[in-house]
């Protein structure tokens, strides 16, 4: 009895122990899936991208291979820099279908546009295996974010599991984590939307490779420069900040009529909503600021010197936007627009009603044409330029003369032509009667602006042009004293040439003789020497050719100092809104001095630094000045040809006029010698004056303040570039009439390229979209950054406030 019993209490004492142990495994188990489900959770979803961003990088990934950042060496460097791209927000509409096409065609850029406009926005992040923190800013479900955010935030999450589990389950997870990493790296390959593009600095590597890896965390970043924000020798080159005006002063300084420093109003990093309005201005599609102020106007005191004529800007520059004439299209592209141009884009007839005989242009159906005469040169202009050159064989168009000044232009056909014979022509004319002339010029692809000579300098540095032009231009030269050829001798370099074709010279009504002889008189005592005065009976006109001295022998025997020579104090090459003086500055005799030498040929004055720089002169970026000339050319050179021209999707058969806003030594332009473009180089006044220096090279360009609107016609330019000149700007006026006036100039379909630190890139870019235009671009690397705009035929619908007399 006593061992049955015993055996009860046995069975039931095992029964108890095997449920108690069932229940601890069940319980065991449970912990471990909650633990296990706790740490997947954390991971996960740094490690997983919405499902749609696959399918989306797909149609983003560009089919093209273009290299926009490269290494020195030409190939794409792979880790020592990481080229992310921003997501962007959705696209502003385009200007029209072929755009669109156009842009997916060849964006050869690294924002990558979906055809919905929309694209992945990425973070810029440095180092191979560098800690990454998570963006606080990112989506719920991890869009945008970067597969090797491993460091910091797997540590984070380990720590927080650490306290609800065993160190061999931390193992376990980790382990599970990495491979879920290797089995997700496949995915990735797929994932373009969301790569992080590097750049390797190998030479057996294919350029434009994009890669996943991340194997150089250490790599020095100036063994591997990128064009765009060079490194190294060119460092200094991006990073404006510590510019000096080294041995120029400013043309501020020289003119000494700089208005007083104005801080900048905007506030610092907001992005804030902008509300365009179309200009509701009696000038309409032609709205030039500072040349139609129709109050300033009327409140001058006289307009015998053509006051009416000069700048005249508005105390508030406008913030409005200039309207798109009816039925405007892209520019016709060169050569052909320099034979035709569409109606529709300059819808003017009154210039081929008064000057259609003379050739000048005609109406022909949906064009104006442009058979290439002026009113000395009926039968073209072409055959009136080699007349030049046979009538005074040393001008040697091309070689000996390169850039020449083309007073009162009309629609610029000889400088158009003078292309042909590799020479650079400024060209000008008022805005007056002759109804839009410049503004033809402009569209026909021929550089032009709008001046007058009336009271004040031409805005051009001293000694600069070969030659000097004039046919016909209705000038006055022999009044006052000669004051306005007085200004021509001020500009013409020593040695060089003024050309006068007009009635005084071949024609014997008594008004004209009586002009001839006092033209006579008046060069004679400027020391100007007439090389020849000769008829073209084929064009039935006659041509004077005047040549200025190249020292001061003949200044010194003049019976009269009439006209006399200008004080020592007085700085010829002070040309910003300085009044006209009836005298002449003596010429440069030291054989190391400006002017005092005549150029190289061209091209090897293009690439030559000039005669009269020297090393013991400070360059703009604080080299001495003749290496400071050398790796700003091969700078540009580089970020041209590497990153500019193939690198960002933009049509260069479509680009005829440029514009560098802000150009130093015009290394810019020089790098697009090969190009059919032509580039104004604008040197601000508040900038180191080097504009001679780019008119020794063969180049051409003219002062400006970008706090007031630019003498041009509206939707002139095809291309701007602005290289840290926002920023510089910021500091003296407000950024959005400067926006409005780039608007202004800029065509539909036309670029801008801005360079310059991230929180002015951001400020531009946000104003870009606010006016619709298509972001093409985006790059930032140590608070320096690049954008790439396009501009769209959008216009707002609401009209501003009535501006017909702007105050």
Wanted: net charge negative.
């Amino acid at each position: 009895m006593a061992f049955g019993k015993s055996s009860r209490a046995d069975a039931r004492r095992t029964s108890s122990s095997f449920c108690s142990t069932t229940t601890i495994v069940v319980f065991v188990a449970l912990c471990l899936v909650g633990v296990w489900m706790m740490t997947s959770s954390t991971v996960t979803p740094v490690e997983m991208s919405p499902p749609s961003s696959k399918s989306d990088a797909k149609d983003q990934v560009p089919e093209t291979d273009s290299k926009p950042f490269e290494d020195n060496s030409g190939d794409i460097t792979e880790d020592s820099e990481k080229l992310v791209q921003k997501t962007r927000e959705e696209n502003p509409v385009k200007g029209n279908e072929d755009t669109k096409d156009e842009a997916e065609d060849t964006s050869k850029t690294l924002t990558y546009s979906d055809r919905n406009g929309k694209s992945e926005e990425e973070k810029v992040q440095e180092g191979g295996d560098a800690n990454m923190e998570t963006d606080t800013g990112s989506r719920a479900d991890g869009e945008g974010r970067n597969r090797e955010q491993k460091s910091d935030e797997q540590d984070t999450n380990l720590a927080r599991n650490s306290k609800k589990a065993e160190n061999n389950e931390q193992q376990e997870t980790n382990s599970e984590k990495k491979s879920e990493e290797e089995e997700k790296s496949d995915g990735d390959e797929k994932d373009k939307g969301q790569i992080e593009e590097k750049v390797e600095q190998s030479e057996g590597k294919e350029t434009g490779q994009i890669s996943d890896n991340n194997n150089a965390g250490n790599q020095d970043e100036d063994q591997a420069s990128n064009e765009v924000f060079p490194s190294g020798a060119q460092s200094e080159l991006l990073n404006e900040t510590n510019t000096q005006n080294g041995a120029w002063s400013t043309q501020a300084a020289e003119s000494r009529n700089e208005k007083e420093v104005q801080a900048s109003a905007s506030s610092k990093g907001q992005l804030v909503g902008y509300n365009w309005k179309l200009c509701n201005v009696t000038a309409g599609a032609d709205f030039i600021p500072c040349l139609d102020n129709e109050k300033a106007i009327r409140k001058l005191p006289s307009t015998k010197h053509y006051e009416h004529r000069e700048r005249h800007c508005p105390e508030e520059p406008p913030t409005c936007l200039v309207s798109l004439p009816d039925g405007y299209k892209r520019p016709i592209n060169w050569p052909k627009s320099r034979d035709k141009i569409w109606y529709s884009n300059v819808p003017h007839t009154k210039l081929a009603v008064v000057k259609g005989h003379q050739n000048w242009v005609k109406v022909s159906g949906e064009y104006l044409t442009f058979p290439g005469g002026g009113t000395q040169f009926k039968h073209g202009a072409l055959h009136y330029i080699d007349f030049i050159q046979q009538s005074v064989s040393d001008i040697a168009w091309g070689k000996q003369s390169r850039v020449v000044l083309d007073v009162g232009c009309g629609v610029a056909s000889f400088g158009g032509y003078l292309f042909d014979r590799d020479v650079l022509t400024m060209s000008f004319a008022p805005k007056d009667e002759h109804e839009a002339q410049v503004q033809f010029a402009l569209e026909r692809g021929i550089p032009a602006v709008s001046a007058v000579m009336g009271t004040k300098r031409l805005p051009y540095p001293s000694k600069v042009f070969d030659v000097v032009h004039c046919a016909r231009c209705r000038v006055p030269w022999h009044v006052e004293g000669g004051m306005l050829l007085l200004e021509l001798n001020r500009l013409l370099r020593p040695g060089g040439y003024f050309v006068w074709s007009a009635t005084p010279v071949y024609q014997n009504i008594p008004e004209d003789v009586g002009i001839w002889k006092a033209m006579s008189a008046l060069t004679k005592s400027m020391c100007w020497k007439m090389i020849n005065k000769t008829n073209d009976t084929f064009n039935q006109v006659g041509v004077a050719i005047f040549r200025k001295p190249s020292d001061n022998k003949c200044y010194e025997k003049r019976m009269e100092n009439n006209p006399p020579l200008c004080e020592e104090s007085d700085d010829p090459d002070a040309a910003w809104n300085v009044p006209l003086q009836a005298c002449m500055h003596k010429l440069p005799v030291a054989p190391d001095v400006r002017g005092s030498q005549w150029p190289e040929q061209w091209p090897l004055r293009l690439e030559k630094a000039p005669y009269w720089l020297n090393n013991s002169e400070v360059g703009v970026y604080g080299k001495p000045a003749l290496e400071d000339f050398e790796v700003d050319y091969e700078h540009w050179k580089r970020v041209v040809g590497k990153s500019y021209v193939h690198g960002m999707g933009i049509n260069w058969s479509h680009v005829r006029n440029v514009m560098d806003m802000r150009s130093v030594y015009g290394g810019f332009a020089a790098a697009l010698r090969d190009m059919k473009v032509w580039v104004m180089n604008i040197i601000s006044i508040d900038s180191p004056d080097t504009l001679p220096i780019i008119y020794e090279r063969g180049l051409f360009g003219m002062y400006h303040d970008w706090c007031e609107s630019f003498s041009t016609y509206p939707r002139t330019y095809d291309l701007l570039h602005a290289d840290h000149l926002f920023s510089k700007l910021k500091k003296r006026c407000k950024l959005l009439p400067v926006i409005a006036e780039v608007d202004r100039i800029l065509r539909p379909e036309g670029n801008l390229i801005v360079r310059d630190n991230v929180e002015i890139i951001n400020e531009i870019e946000n104003m870009a979209k606010s006016l619709h235009w298509e972001i093409r671009m985006t790059y930032s690397k140590n608070n320096e950054g690049l954008l790439c705009v396009q501009k769209t035929m959008w216009r707002p619908k609401e009209l501003g406030a009535s501006k017909s007399s702007m105050n």
